[in-house]
Nanobody, 117 residues
Framework: HVQLVESGGGSVQTGGSLRLSCTAATSPRNCMGWFRQAPGKGREGLAVIFTRPGDAMYADSVEGRFTISQDKAKNTAYLEMRDLRPEDTAMYYC?????????????WGQGTQVTVS
């Protein structure tokens, strides 16, 4: 079982930036990913990073604005978000070791809220 804890959410103005963190209690062996869910909408996969060799993939909706990275020594994945827009407002979730797209389908964090106004 991999416990995940997200942090870094908050309120920001349009055009602003935030960095989300997701720390795993144990070292993920395969992947970590980021998702979001806005009110009344389904969960959307945003980005995934593979533990080895560190390749990353992004959803079209965020490519070029969001960057996923990892610090293996800290068991932590980051999501750097810039040029934020009101439509980025959502609860953001971290995932690990999943076999579905963007590493989903297995372990999840509790979420961190991002509000853009």
């Amino acid at each position: 079982h991999v416990q995940l804890v997200e942090s870094g959410g908050g309120s920001v103005q349009t055009g602003g930036s935030l960095r989300l963190s997701c720390t795993a209690a144990t070292s993920p062996r395969n992947c970590m990913g980021w998702f979001r869910q806005a009110p009344g909408k389904g969960r959307e996969g945003l980005a995934v990073i593979f533990t080895r060799p560190g390749d990353a993939m992004y959803a079209d909706s965020v490519e070029g604005r969001f960057t996923i990275s990892q610090d293996k020594a800290k068991n932590t994945a980051y999501l750097e978000m810039r040029d934020l827009r009101p439509e980025d407002t959502a609860m953001y979730y971290c995932a690990a070791e999943g076999l579905e797209a963007y590493c989903g389908g297995n372990y999840w964090g509790q979420g961190t809220q991002v509000t853009v106004s």
